[in-house]
């Protein structure tokens, strides 16, 4: 083969490989912004599980409140339905906490369900905690090998 030649093929060869290091330098910012994106969103994922946590929580603590209120009316109710002499104010106040008691067990149903609720979403974020940990550590690996191949590719050109 003819010298001229060979160098025109070796310099052709430089060439492609200056352009692929010089598309890589140009893709790797892109590769790191994606990655930590999806990190992020995987932190995001966890909050929102422990805001819903948080949430039902609250309503559950709300509703335990409600079955308090009730019960000291019911008390209360109790008290002067034994002070009472006329028969018709007994049997409304009876109604009064029958009704009260009614509202009770309804409450106390809403209650457990938020109860069984909480303890899924407990499991849940467990999982999903699990997952973003995981998750991040690849996300950090594969930021921390970009970066070494960005910075090997900005020396070495």
Known sequence: MHPDLEQLLVLQD???KIKQIQIEVETLPLQKKSLEAQL?????GVEVLKQKARKVEMDRKKLELDVGTRTESISR?????????????????????????????KIEDEELELMME???????????EK???????????????????LWSRVWKS
């Open 14 to 16: 430089r060439q492609q």
């Open 40 to 44: 992020a969103a995987s932190v995001a």
């Open 77 to 105: 109710l109790k008290t002067q339905q034994y002070q009472t002499r006329k028969n018709d104010e007994f049997q409304a106040i009876g109604h009064e906490i029958e009704r009260y008691e009614n509202e009770i067990r």
């Open 118 to 128: 909480a303890d899924k979403l407990k499991a849940d974020l467990g999982i999903e």
């Open 131 to 149: 997952k973003a940990t995981r998750n991040q550590w690849r996300a950090r690996q594969r930021i921390s090998k970009l970066n070494h191949k």
